[in-house]
Structure formats: C-alpha cells, structure tokens
C-alpha cells in the first residue's frame, strides 16, 4: 500500500478531533444543534490552520445519516464517501485555476439538481479570493438567495479581497494561529501513534517554525521523521536548514562586545556549514527580538521561545533599547538588499561590520552610539557622570553637567576602551559623522583642518532629503537617485538646503540644472515650501544660510493741504476719506 503523509494521515474527522479553534467548534455544533444553518459561510485564516479540514467535518455534519448532527458518526455510506473524496454531493473547487467566469456559470447550472444521496449539495470553493471580478459579480445573485438545498463554504487566505458584497452574504469564522503548545502537544501524539521517535525539545521546535500551522508541522514531523531514527534538535535544524540558538548567541555576544573578527568568523563558520545568509540574518533579527521583550516585558513568554532566559540575561549588559532599533532597521535594510544582490556573502559582512561599530546616519543609529557612550562613561566613573562635585571651599559649586557634550568631553579625557581599538579602521566620513552626530559645535583639533559643521534646523532637512529621494525614486528617477545616495546633508537654513559629497564630480553633476531643478521640485513637494538646493564637496566649509532680504525704506511724499486744492477735489476727499500727495519727477 502506497504511504500516506502524516498531514493527510492525521486530517480531523470531526470537531474533536480539531486541533484549536474553540470558538469556530463551538458556533459550527451549536448552529447545527438548533437546525439554525446557514446558506453560505466564509472560513478565512492563515495556511494549515483547519479551513478546509473544517469544511469537509461541517459537510459530514450536513449529510449524515444520523444528522444534521454535531457528532457525524463516520461510517455511513455518506461519511465515508466525503472522506474519500467521492461524494456525488460535495464539491471541493480549487479558485486558483478555476477562476473565471465560464466556471461560476457552470457551477450556476448545477445548482437546480436536487442531492443525490445526502439533504444537501455543499460547494467548498477553496482560495475564493483568487476570483476574477467577473466571476464574484455572477455568484453574487447565487449566493444571496441560493436554492434551499445549497450550502456555500469559501475558503481564504486573503479575506481582505473578498468584496463587501460577498462579505455580507456569509456568516464569516476566522481561524487563528495554532499555539505552539497546542501544536507541541498534538505532535507528541502523533509521533507516538506512528512510531516516530521524538524529543520533547525538537517537537517544541518543530511547532515554533511551524508558525502556527499545524498541516506545516505534521509534515515537518514526517520529514524528520525519515531524516533519522531519533528526532533531536540537531536534526530539525538539519532539515530546516536553520542556525540555532548556541551559534545565533555567539554572533550576538560577539556583536555586543564590538568584536569584529570574531562576529566575521562565526559568520565564515555558518556559510560553510551550508546556512544560507537570508536565514541567518532572519534568525538575527529574532534574537534581538527576544532580547528586546525580555529587558521590555520579562514576563512576556514569547520573549523564551528563541533562547532561556538566562542565557538572554547574558546579552543584556551589551544591547540598551537604542542600539537594538538600530540593530533591527539595519538588519532589515539588509534582508532587503539581499534580494538584488549577486554576493550575497558581501552584504551580510558589511551589515555585521555596522552592527559591531554602530555606524548609521539614522536617528535610531545615531541614539545607539550616544547610548554606548553614556555606557562607557558610567563604566569609567560610576554614578558621578551626572552629578557636579565642589572644588575647594572658596570656589563656587559648577552646575550638574548634563548636556552631551560634556559626555564627549569626559569620554575624551577617559582611556581608550578595547572597543575602540578594533583592527579595521573606522571610515573617516564616518567619523566625522559621529563626531558631529555628539557633538555639533566643537572646533577641529587642528587649525589648519577645514571641518563641515551641521547648520540650521540640520534634522528637518535631513528628513526632507530622504522623503525627496523617495519621490524620485518611485518615479523610476534612477540615474538621479544613485547619483545623490551619497550625499549628506550638512545645513537646512531659510530655505536653502545644503548636501555635502565626497565626489567632485558628483557634486558639479548635481548642481546642474536638469539635475537640480527635478530634486528642488521633489522638495517642494515635500516641504510644501520653495527650497533651494545647494551640492558642496565634503570637507568644505558650510556656508552661512543667505539673510532675508531687507525690503528698502520708500521716501514719503509731502501731503497737500487740501485748502489749496479745487473745491471739488476737497468734496471728493471728505467723501471717500482720502488724502492727496504731491509727486514730484526728478528727471
């Protein structure tokens, strides 16, 4: 006899037998015990979740012998033939390749036929949403006022492109997610009916990359299943190709303690073991996830299904809240990239080279390095940082140093950290980035060194130059685009917007009209307001912001005694309320 997977194996047979979804189990048995059934229903959820296994058990409810019964008995002629597939009076449709008009109109045809053998004809339309337009708009009128011995059941992923109209019509049931416990539990049992040898630890495993599925879960189980006699962790990982917790703790400690070979290393391990990159930055992603719930919300228990509490306990002392963020939006820029990217390998590199140094032009980039400075300064003074301290009795008390700049100012007379010493050299744009990022105001150690300061309202232009890079962008602006990703903005003053590059080049093709007049309109666009756009080369000074111009003073003209003036003129004057001025022509 021919296997049967374990997922077609273990389909429920009846409400019991269902793995979740209380409520639905709990509305389907007591419309059927009240005789209160419905015309058309609409079952929408996630993939694997029981839509279709629920519809077929509520079919069986319709058209047993015993029935309409919550209970169906499974043995009678009719259950036996919907099990099997061979109904004359169950009609399973697949939308996704039957889903033009021509069929809607076929299936129309059908419906005046009285049941062949049960009290009713049941449509399951599975994936309904996949309709055409056409097709929704001919089952519209069928649905609504169906012949009496009809019953529609749409299945759906996708319940947001369904129309309203069809909505209306059908009593609507939404599947959640199976919970991992739930899952976890249901995989024990099955691997102990059919002999399949399992850990506690790999089917917890299995039921949290399931995602809530229980149809991916069991054929999970059944693919481990074959792997191996014993189903452990390792092998789920084998099979899912997944990093798992011990390496992904490495790469994390690593990231925190700003070791970057170590972190490359790691990176270099995983590649040769067969991970693939998109996976491990996923699973990276997760972790700091964990890490993020578990200093948030201890006792949020999704916080534990990545790592233990304890060994999250251990990363804490390297991640705050900031550097996380920021780890997460450039973790996700990257998964993003991966996408068009032909070395994959280079883009994982350079996005953990940047979560080790904390390197980043965003805000959340820029609050990360902040927060890592703060850490470093209460590591070197303890609590004092923040606290001002009296000199000698006849000197006056300072006020408590609390701006930032005096953080750089600290952190620049305390000893150089391990974390500052790393072996490949910090970008000098970089640098300067950071430097300007902390502090804004303070002059280059040298005179002789020109340094690019951030002028006026710095943040609101920077803001403005992306959402225009975005404009362009959508626009298929492309040549445009690439030629400004490298600029930087440096001054956003009465409405001139000042970006620096590192390109000569560049910056003369930016400043050129063509270019120039299509990023001036993408701004006006985005700041409702006229801006000029200014392109300087990095490392130039930035120009003072132009002055508002200063409207001149006009002469006043001599007014005229109006006893001189014609008596009409002076009636026209006390009529109107007006005065009269002598012009006089210089010319």
């Known amino acids: 006899m021919a296997y049967v997977a374990l997922y077609r194996r273990w389909r429920p047979q009846d409400f019991d037998a269902l793995v979740g979804q209380q409520p639905v189990k709990t509305a389907l048995s007591n419309a059927l015990t009240s005789g209160r059934i419905a015309h058309a229903y609409l079952f929408s959820g996630p993939r694997g979740t029981g839509k279709t296994s629920t519809a077929r058990i509520l079919a069986k409810a319709l058209n047993c012998e015993s029935g309409p019964t919550p209970h169906p008995c499974g043995h009678c002629l009719n259950c036996e033939r919907i099990t099997a597939g061979t109904s004359m009076d169950v ?36 994936e309904v949403h996949m309709l055409t337009t056409e097709a ?8 609504e006022e169906p012949p009496p011995h009809v019953i529609f059941i749409l299945a759906t992923t996708d319940p947001h492109r369904i129309p309203a109209t069809i909505h209306s019509r059908c009593q609507r049931f939404d599947f959640r997610r199976v919970t991992v416990d739930e899952i976890a539990e249901h995989l024990a049992l099955v691997a102990e009916k059919s002999g399949i040898s399992a850990d506690a630890e790999a089917l917890r495993l299995i039921a949290i990359q399931a995602e809530g599925g229980m149809r991916d879960a069991l054929s999970l189980l059944d693919q481990c299943g074959v792997m191996a006699q014993q189903v452990t962790v390792q092998t789920v990982r084998e099979v899912l190709g997944i990093v798992g917790r011990e390496a992904l703790r490495e790469l994390v400690l690593g990231i925190g303690r700003q070791d970057v070979p170590q972190v490359l290393e790691q990176l270099n391990n995983l590649l040769q073991q067969g991970k693939d990159v998109k996976q491990i930055l996923t699973e990276l992603t997760e972790y700091l996830r964990a890490l993020l719930l578990y200093q948030a919300a201890p006792s949020y228990q999704e916080a534990y299904l990545t790592d233990t509490a304890d060994e999250l306990a251990k990363c804490v002392p390297f991640f705050g809240r900031d550097r996380i963020m920021a780890a997460q939006q450039r973790l ?6 991966l996408r068009w990217t032909m070395r994959p390998r280079i883009t994982a590199e350079l996005c953990l080279f940047d979560l080790c140094r904390l390197e980043g032009s965003t805000v959340a980039a820029l609050a990360a390095r902040v927060e890592m400075l703060e850490r470093q300064l209460r590591q070197q003074s303890g609590s004092t940082v923040f606290t001002s301290v009296p000199a000698a009795a006849e000197e006056p008390v300072k006020p408590p140093l609390t701006d930032v700049a005096v953080l750089q100012q600290e952190a620049d007379r305390a000893p150089p950290q391990p974390w500052m010493q790393a072996e490949i050299p910090m970008r000098p744009e970089t640098a300067a980035s950071e430097q300007k990022a902390v502090r804004p105001s303070v002059p280059a150690a040298s005179p002789k060194e020109t340094v690019q300061e951030y002028g006026g309202d710095w943040a609101t232009g920077e803001e403005y130059w992306k959402k225009a890079l975005e404009i362009l962008t959508a626009e298929k602006k492309i040549a445009m685009v690439s030629c400004a990703r490298g600029g930087r903005v440096v001054s956003f003053a009465n409405g001139l917007l000042q970006v620096a590059f590192k390109a000569k080049f560049i910056c003369a093709r930016m400043n050129k009209d063509d270019y120039r007049l299509v990023f001036e309109d993408a ?17 130039a000074a930035v120009k003072a912001p132009p002055k508002p111009k200063e409207q001149p003073a006009e002469d006043k003209l001599p007014e005229v005694d109006v ?5 009409n003129l002076q009636k026209a004057m006390a009529a109107f309320g007006k005065s009269l001025y002598e012009y006089k022509d210089n010319e």
Do not use: M, W
């Open 563 to 567: 006893s001189t003036v014609a008596p």
């Open 91 to 126: 009609f399973e449709i697949d939308a996704a390749s039957n889903r033009g008009i021509e069929e809607i109109k076929s299936l129309r045809e059908q419906l005046a036929f009285a049941p062949v053998n049960g009290r009713y004809k049941i449509y399951i339309i599975d």
């Open 332 to 337: 996700h820029e990257a998964i993003g990239e």
């Open 523 to 539: 701004l006006l666009r985005t700041a409702r307001q006229d801006i000029r756009l200014e392109c300087i080369e990095a490392g």
């Open 136 to 143: 929704f708009n001919a089952l519209l009128k069928t649905l």
